[in-house]
């Protein structure tokens, strides 16, 4: 893979991260495929349902962290005598929190439900299902110790184990009918896998979950930390799924499918941006403590990069959206095509907001982080409300689209990084790269 040469892009950086994680994008990709396989079986309604379902779950899981991801790593790193302390303590809190948020999530859907007067036992089980799945993240924190320890390659090589053996269990439901309640509780057998998977590793190290202990202070201790991520979590899982449950309640099950399958295909490459952000950084970190000026640049660069990267690609699917659909999915989706059409830009924002994201991390504006969530959040579901009973999915698409600009762009509202907007801005406008080809016509 030939990368851009650019300055303060490591291109053995980025190769190195790519080797690291090849296995974890491949299993993305199954993923997606065996995502795809199921959506035309089940048809458009059945899916939209069962992505209603794990949309809905997916926002209630948000509370279920507690917000104890990146916290659960610096104790273990600042106290490495106290590990089984701190793992014991995080998993207590997160496994109670869990079992609280199963029967409540299941609570709160039938009041929405009630009160919408829908019906339907096969989807109250669905939610169940999906629900349930929550109480083995619990198992989660084994993932932050190897973190911690460097060494996620282990639990990179259990979740592709756990992902083929799911996807088998999923195709084999798919090849035998089963109904979509099969489908939410190949979910629940995900979240078990994943479980023995990290609890068989840890093991292996020598090391044993009996020795777990918790501990109240400490607990005090990592929410108090945490409670503002706790927030933000659900913030961004808000703006990330409010538009399916809201297509749900407002065009019924049918849109909502439609929608959810050219969502996927529209959010297949997200990983992209994490890449590349993640091996250029360390270079720009390091040109801010040496070089201001030389910081500000390489931004600028990694921006205008991003902009070259999905422009295109966005360009390209945009255009042949109704191919892409009919080929994935066949006839049973028709519609997701005009929905892809507009919802496959919104990826340009995704892009810019990953790397001016770090940014304020950076800076340490982390609460100027958290309102442009909020923001974006806001935006999504006041356009939602006002767009999906107009216009179903293309609305909602229309919707996420204008939302994910608004976020990216809030920065502009602020005078501390009013001038990082205005270099975001630049660079969506292409005028840096129009520049220097101006300029090297003119040497020409």
């Known amino acids: ?48 349902d069962l992505s209603f379902a794990t949309a809905f779950t997916a ?13 659960i790593i610096r104790e273990i790193l600042d106290q490495p005598a106290k590990r089984d ?63 911690s320890q460097v060494r996620s390659k282990f639990v990179v090589q259990v979740q592709n184990i756990c992902l083929i053996i799911s996807s088998l269990i999923k195709i084999s439901f798919v090849l035998v009918k089963l109904p979509l309640v099969y489908f939410a509780f190949a979910l629940v057998l995900d979240g078990l896998l994943l479980a023995i998977g990290l609890g068989i590793i840890y093991h292996r190290e020598n ?43 407002f065009a019924g099950s049918t849109e909502a499918g439609i929608y959810s399958a050219a969502a996927r295909i529209s959010e297949a490459w997200y990983f992209i941006p994490v890449a590349i952000v993640t091996s250029v950084f360390p270079a720009i970190i390091h040109a801010r403590k040496t070089d201001p000026s ?34 994935l999915y066949g006839d049973k989706f028709l519609g997701a095509g005009a929905m892809l059409t507009i919802h496959i830009w919104s990826g340009i924002f995704v892009f810019l907001g990953s790397a001016s994201g770090q940014y304020l991390l950076a800076e340490g504006f982390t609460m100027i982080s958290f309102y442009r969530t909020a923001i974006g959040a806001i935006a999504n579901i006041l356009l939602n409300l006002w767009l999906i009973p107009l216009y179903g999915g293309l609305g909602a698409s229309t919707a996420t689209l204008i939302a994910y600009f608004v976020a990216t762009f809030s920065i502009l509202f602020y005078a501390k990084t009013r001038p990082q907007g205005i270099m975001v801005l630049k660079s969506l406008f292409l005028i840096n790269i129009f520049s220097i080809v101006s300029t090297r016509l003119k040497k020409k």
Request: hydrophobic share 55%.
């Open 1 to 48: 893979m030939r990368i851009p040469s650019i300055p303060g892009f490591d291109p053995e950086a980025f190769q190195k991260y790519f080797k690291n994680t090849g296995w974890l994008m491949l299993g993305k990709i199954l993923s997606l495929i065996v995502g795809i396989f199921i959506a035309k079986f089940l048809g458009p309604h059945d899916f939209g």
């Open 294 to 327: 030389r910081y500000q640049k390489r931004l600028q660069n990694l921006y205008d990069l991003l902009v070259v990267i999905s422009l295109p690609v966005a360009l390209i699917i945009s255009l042949g959206a109704d191919t892409f659909i009919h080929l």
């Open 59 to 71: 926002i209630i899981a948000a509370v279920g962290t507690l917000g104890l991801d990146s916290f």
């Open 85 to 147: 302390e701190i793992l014991g303590t995080a998993f207590w809190m997160r496994l109670v929190v869990s079992i609280i948020l199963v029967p409540s999530s299941v609570l709160i859907y039938l009041f929405f439900r009630n009160l919408s007067e829908q019906q339907g036992t096969e989807l109250t089980l669905v939610v169940t299902f999906c629900a349930s799945a929550l109480f083995f993240k619990a198992f989660n924190i084994i993932d932050y110790y190897f973190q």
């Open 207 to 249: 090391l044993h979950i009996r020795n777990w202990k918790f501990n109240d202070e400490r607990a005090k201790s990592l929410l108090s930390k945490s409670w503002p991520l706790i927030l933000s979590a659900v913030m961004v899982t808000l703006y990330m799924q409010i538009d399916i449950l809201m297509l749900k309640y």
